[in-house]
T-cell receptor
Framework: GDSVTQTEGQVALSEEDFLTIHCNYS??????LFWYVQYPGEGPQLLFR?????EKGSSRGFEATYDKGTTSFHLRKASVQESDSAVYYC???????????FGDGTQLVVKP | ETAVFQTPNYHVTQVGNEVSFNCKQT?????MYWYKQDSKKLLKIMFS???????VNETVPRRFSPQSSDKAHLNLRIKSVEPEDSAVYLC????????????FGPGTRLTVL
């Protein structure tokens, strides 16, 4: 079945560090891939999405590239800020089954 | 700007009590959802409604029941709460059933003593 795997449960960085959160998926065809972010006290919100191989999604300095060859959609940011501290979810959806599958989430803590 | 509203923000109750949570969306969306988020931040879908009709009912205990009066409202009732029901309950909506971008409310945190 469809699934999303996030390797890191928690990531601790200092401001201006480079961020990578790994996301690998399992699904047939070309699912739509998403990154959602959840700030403390709020619900998750969409960061960006991608639907085609090699397509890059980006927002607020974060980016990820859809890679069908490695079935990955890793989240990256060149220089994190304390305000980026949040939980990040990778997710996928295939129109054929109208479902969205979330990864387990990665808690990012950025220290000043 | 918040467009998915949930009440209450927090609720503390005793085992065996009944609780009810409310959700309203002002986005004009056709589909609404309830998720449970546990202490490890795992998101688990519970129910999906499209135009007031139940579409997806994941394997949840029978004490949970969704209620929809119109496509803008989706409430959640828990008939007899148990300690493992302590969690954050998130309501979400999307344009329609085939559209995966979801808009979430801020959640209701339930604590069962």
């Amino acid at each position: 079945g469809d699934s999303v795997t996030q390797t890191e449960g928690q990531v601790a960085l200092s401001e201006e560090d480079f961020l990578t959160i790994h996301c690998n998926y399992s699904a047939s065809g070309y699912p739509t891939l998403f990154w959602y972010v959840q700030y403390p006290g709020e619900g998750p919100q969409l960061l960006f999405r991608a639907s085609r191989d090699k397509e890059k999604g980006s927002s607020r300095g974060f980016e990820a590239t859809y890679d069908k060859g490695t079935t990955s959609f890793h989240l990256r940011k060149a220089s994190v800020q304390e305000s980026d501290s949040a939980v990040y979810y990778c997710a996928l959806s295939r129109n054929s089954n109208n479902r969205i599958f979330f990864g387990d989430g990665t808690q990012l803590v950025v220290k000043p | 700007e918040t467009a998915v509203f949930q009440t209450p923000n927090y609720h503390v109750t005793q085992v065996g009590n009944e609780v009810s949570f409310n959700c309203k969306q002002t986005l004009g969306h056709d589909t609404m959802y309830w998720y449970k988020q546990d202490s490890k931040k795992l998101l688990k879908i519970m129910f999906s409604y499209n135009n007031k009709q139940l579409i997806v009912n994941e394997t949840v205990p029978r004490r949970f029941s969704p209620q929809s009066s119109d496509k803008a409202h989706l409430n959640l009732r828990i008939k007899s709460v148990e300690p493992e029901d302590s969690a954050v309950y998130l309501c979400a909506s999307s344009i329609d059933w085939g559209y995966a971008e979801q808009f979430f409310g801020p959640g209701t945190r339930l604590t069962v003593l």
